[in-house]
Antibody
Framework: QVQVVESGGGVVQPGGSLRLSCAAS????????MHWVRQAPGKGLEWVAF????????FYADSVKGRFTISRDNSKNTLYLQLSSLRPEDTAVYYC?????????????????WGKGTMVTVSS | DIQLTQSPSFLSASVGDRVTITCRAS??????LAWYQQKPGNAPKLLIY???TLQSGVPSRFSGSGSGTEFTLTISSLQAEDFATYYC?????????FGQGTKLEIK
């Protein structure tokens, strides 16, 4: 079935780095845009980053721009998020999510598949 | 950036009630809106996209409406499994902002 599975979370000190991975299966990964969304403990959802299917066009939330890098390896069906210069406020569950397109008169791009998430804790 | 504001932030209701959650955009976004349900400890689940299109497998008691700047998610007759937090999200534009969430609790 269609699924995405995150890994790579853990505890890291402020200023440190971490790389998250997301393994995709059950769909044509190379044709799908992919997102990272995070959720701090007890808080709401925060969109983090997006990468188009071909890997060249990337978008970031202002809160992570210049510190986080989204990338993908379509040969491995894997999405990545490199987290650098981490801050305590980056502590969150990080979700990998697949984008779907619906086309009628207009096209709509929405998230239809979510992983279970991986926890990142930034603490000294 | 486009902001999404949900109301109310908290909602207390009973099984069988009809409830409505509102999401307002800071500028017109046509029908570029989705709704998600999230239960504690779980990932969000897509309910509705393109403002009013029900995702496959989602019960028909859920419906969405609106366009421009004001949108609503309606649950026609609350079931026990519907008590959760609901989020709206902007589609197509970046950043893909989420509303702050509406927590639906049992009265």
């Amino acid at each position: 079935q269609v699924q995405v599975v995150e890994s790579g979370g853990g505890v890291v000190q402020p200023g440190g780095s971490l790389r998250l991975s997301c393994a995709a299966s059950g769909f044509t990964f190379s044709r799908s845009g992919m997102h990272w969304v995070r959720q701090a403990p007890g808080k709401g959802l925060e969109w983090v980053a997006f990468i188009r299917y071909e890997g060249h066009n990337k978008f970031y939330a202002d809160s992570v721009k210049g510190r986080f890098t989204i990338s993908r390896d379509n040969s491995k069906n894997t999405l990545y998020l490199q987290l650098s210069s981490l801050r305590p406020e980056d502590t969150a569950v990080y979700y990998c999510a697949k984008e779907e397109e619906y086309s009628s008169y207009y096209s709509y791009y929405y998230i239809d598949v979510w992983g279970k998430g991986t926890m990142v804790t930034v603490s000294s | 950036d486009i902001q999404l504001t949900q109301s109310p932030s908290f909602l207390s209701a009973s099984v069988g009630d009809r409830v409505t959650i509102t999401c307002r955009a800071s500028q017109g976004i046509s029908s570029y809106l989705a709704w998600y349900q999230q239960k504690p400890g779980n990932a969000p689940k897509l309910l509705i996209y393109a403002a009013s299109t029900l995702q496959s497998g989602v019960p028909s008691r859920f419906s969405g409406s609106g366009s421009g700047t004001e949108f609503t998610l309606t649950i026609s007759s609350l079931q026990a499994e519907d008590f959760a937090t609901y989020y709206c999200q902007l589609l197509n534009f970046f950043p893909r902002t989420f509303g702050q969430g509406t927590k639906l609790e049992i009265k």
